[in-house]
């Protein structure tokens, strides 16, 4: 059966392989180097076997004799032996135009991918690395909006600044499209609009990485940005004179968790949300101490002052939170409650993070080191010493905070006398 002859349709049909033997070929005489490949299973395939320059004799399949014709196989041995005359490898340039394909086809895809698929996907891989808020944010500024809202019946949700964006093919990104989107948010929801470009600004460079054609210079242009308008510098805060009136209009406040909340904001330099979501298993009153949930190193220890402790032992535990839903307890709902206060004792534009500056403001009364109230508040070290060597303790921090505290209380004329309660302490 290796004897050349030419191959035909009847010849291929009645080709069996010998009895004895794994696999037999026949040759095909018309053209040189096909041969059709019978095994002992019954399996028939066209293959093409030829000897390249200076190499061995190679052999290469070109499909199932089901498959393909005798007139198509006849074709592709011939196509084959042209490339080898030329010093190229068919399996190679197989391989090559196979990869071409899958680019094309994988391009096709990405001109079809749109920006509200492609931020799905970037939400779902940084999500490990952000916190908290920053996840809710990244969600809030691509919603779609329409959900109601659970604790305001009637209320729905309004679709956030880059939702119009969320639609749109990725090659349909440009400058002039983000301009047109800042013209129209800049009008109403300008702070919204910047923190929105920041963050679309975040998700361009990750696309840039992932292969995907995208400028975030080009596409973010230095217009857009100036229509954002630059944030406004916040000062507010208490200045010591302002204390005394600030405590009285605060405690007139008949909602115990909020006239609490705020003035635990005050006493520790936190910031609003991170006093909102204390628990009670944060709060180790055997030791004094509060784990709060920072959104910069994921959580920081500081000491449990005196008076925090007083405040927090005067609320009921109704549910996990130390500031219990409850009494309709909210961020929200306490901004609002504050800004009555203050505007009725005349304190207009102090808001819940001004309570945060006040307490970083009013400790350079007593020369606190800034390293010191920087550990307290969560803010990242800003000097090589303060990031590298120093690592201050719970107990040497409450020798100034609380130092803090009692020059607060006693500027605002608060009467309060700690209670003599011996510390535990660790025995051998």
Known sequence: MSTPAALTVSRIEAAACPAGKQ?????????????????????????????????????YTIGDAASWTLGAARAEARRMRVLMDQGIDPKQEA????????REQNERARELLTVGALWDAYLIERKPFWGERSYIDHCRVAQAGGQAYKRVPGKITIPGPLYPLMGLRLAELNAKTIEALAKREAQTRPAHLRL???LFKGFLNWAAAEGHKLDSRAILSRKAREIAGPPGVKDDALERGQLATWFAAVKAITNPAVHAYLQVLLLTGARPGEVYLLRWEDVGFPWKTLTIRDKVEGERTIPLTPYVEHLLNALPRRSERCFSSQYSMRPTNASDLHRRAC????LEGL?????RRSFSTLTEWLETPAGVVAQIQGHKPSATAEKHYKRRPVDLLRVHHERIE???????????TPAKVPRLSVVA
Do not use: M
Not at 25 to 48: C, E, N, Q
Not at 343 to 346: E, K, P
Not at 351 to 355: C, F, I
Not at 406 to 416: R, Y
């Open 95 to 102: 391989r090559e135009q196979q990869e071409q394909a899958v």
């Open 343 to 346: 505007a009725s004792a005349g």
């Open 23 to 59: 696999q037999v070929f026949l040759i095909d005489k018309t053209v040189p180097g096909l041969k059709l490949r019978v095994t002992s299973g019954g399996a028939k395939s066209f293959v093409f076997e030829a000897r390249a320059k200076g190499s061995n004799t190679k052999r």
């Open 406 to 416: 009692a020059w607060i209380l006693e500027q605002a004329g608060v009467q309060f």
């Open 351 to 355: 808001t819940l993070h001004g309570l």
């Open 196 to 198: 929105a470009l920041r």
